[in-house]
């Protein structure tokens, strides 16, 4: 027994030396993965570059600091006349509550297309929408049915679940972004070709929780390959047939939704984890409070983003 215990003393001080001591060097050489070659990383380490610096030009701060107002009383003569599509995030509980009230505070004659976003398995949410259209189809007149046929909803995967872990959230998460991006960019741009609009909604409204990233995300992606394509297929390209300036004419022309994210109305000293992640990257990020809007002392206001709008209450 004396002599087995000894052994078992020496095989664990054997496991305990370092790898590079128990295997010889040439088998670790086989262990580490293959090193790309140099230009393959430099390409890589430049594209990435690239876009960073296209997303951080598209970033709501870095545009013209021309005000809304401007852009409104400019756009005013034709935005009457002409129906726009809203899409509206529904992120359970309140959250689903607060932007449900906002939405039926919408003119329904102007904003005749309404796209529910809805997570997976939500089921208060999904059924809290289709009374808020019944309601809005009765008072307007236009059908007593209960899916009007102006209203769509869409079921997105939950980027992460209730006290999911940490560790499989990446996974979740790339599930949702994936799904967004096929429903927000690229069916619409598939509509575009067949003769539709090209886009889900004009505006997208949000208020949370972490769903909205993917949403933000296949967004974005839709606005920096627009810059890419008209880039790529300038007038001073070589592909100056008729065809490359149709194609040019068509991408120029795409349109993408204006992000609209509103803080909860619970959120009264400090920002959700969801809207500190998206606040940059939306074109206009409400808060609720203070209650008076004019209160809001001036150096918050100074160090606020410029897509930042103290609304007041909403709800």
Not at 39 to 45: E, P, S, T
Not at 133 to 144: A, I
Not at 146 to 153: F, N, R, Y
Request: with cysteine.
């Amino acid at each position: 027994m004396d002599a087995l215990a000894e052994k078992l003393e020496e095989g664990k001080l054997y496991l305990q030396r370092p790898i590079n001591e128990v295997l010889p060097p040439r088998l670790l050489l086989y262990l580490l993965p293959p090193v790309p070659p140099l230009r393959f990383v430099l390409a890589a380490l430049a594209l990435t570059l690239l876009l960073v610096l296209r997303v951080w030009f598209l970033l709501p701060g870095r545009r013209s600091a021309q005000s809304p107002t401007s852009r409104s009383s400019r756009d005013a003569g034709t935005a009457k006349h002409r129906s726009h599509g809203v899409a509206v995030f529904l992120g359970s509980g309140g959250h689903t509550t607060e932007l449900l009230q906002l939405v039926s505070a919408l003119p329904t004659q102007r904003y005749t297309r309404r796209i529910y976003l809805v997570s997976s398995g939500d089921h208060f949410s999904l059924e809290k929408a289709k009374k808020l259209e019944k309601k809005l189809s009765s008072s307007s007149s236009s059908s007593d049915s209960q899916d009007p046929p102006d209203a769509k909803v869409i079921q997105i995967p939950r980027a992460r679940n209730v006290h999911q872990s940490f560790l499989t959230t990446p996974i979740t998460l790339a599930k949702s972004i994936v799904f967004c991006v096929d429903h927000v960019s690229l069916r619409p741009l598939l509509r575009r070709v067949k003769g539709g609009d090209g886009i889900l909604a004009d505006v997208i409204l949000m208020n949370g929780p972490g769903t909205c990233v993917p949403i933000v995300a296949a967004v974005y992606l839709l606005r920096v390959s627009h810059c890419s394509f008209v880039l790529w297929l300038s007038p001073t390209s070589t592909l100056s047939d008729h065809r490359s300036a149709c194609l040019l004419k068509q991408i120029a022309g795409l349109r993408s939704p204006k992000l609209i994210y509103v803080e909860s109305f619970a959120r009264v000293k400090s920002l959700s984890l969801t809207a500190k992640l998206i606040r940059p990257f939306v074109d206009r990020f409400v808060l609720q409070w203070p209650r008076d809007a004019s209160s809001t002392p001036p150096h918050i206001r100074a160090k606020a983003t410029p897509n930042t709008v103290y609304s007041g209450w909403l709800v």
